[in-house]
């Protein structure tokens, strides 16, 4: 299990990440997935949630899946002009101004 920022669209859960990344590797294997979304109050209480999962590798879309993740942790809508900054899922965003130090690269990923 890992930690992932994620929006919903309907029914369907859209998770950010990378395609070198573990995750998007371990869901074309084996497409079947569980995401375990832990409530941010105490006492803790998480929902798991069971279901078939696909990569999508439309950079329009995942464009704007990280756009809203971004949005949901700074709590305001970012700015056209900030978009570009938007290249890979982020560490965290508390605010728009932490885009500027933000990191854009993989970790290393061990093969399964």
């Known amino acids: 299990m890992t930690v992932v920022y994620y929006v919903t669209d309907g029914d369907d859960i859209l998770v950010s990440t990378m395609a070198e990344r573990g995750k998007a590797m371990a869901v074309e294997r084996d497409p079947r997935v569980s995401l375990c979304v832990l409530d941010e ?14 990569v999508e590798r439309d950079e329009e879309q995942a464009a704007d899946v990280l756009r809203q993740v971004i949005e949901l942790m700074a709590g305001e809508p970012v ?7 938007i290249a890979t899922p982020p560490r965290h965003v508390h605010q728009m101004e932490d885009l500027d130090t933000l990191t854009h690269s993989t970790s290393t990923s061990m093969e399964w």
């Open 79 to 85: 700015p056209a002009e900030r978009r570009e900054q």
């Open 41 to 54: 109050n105490w006492p803790v209480t998480y929902l798991q949630v069971y279901g078939t999962a696909v």
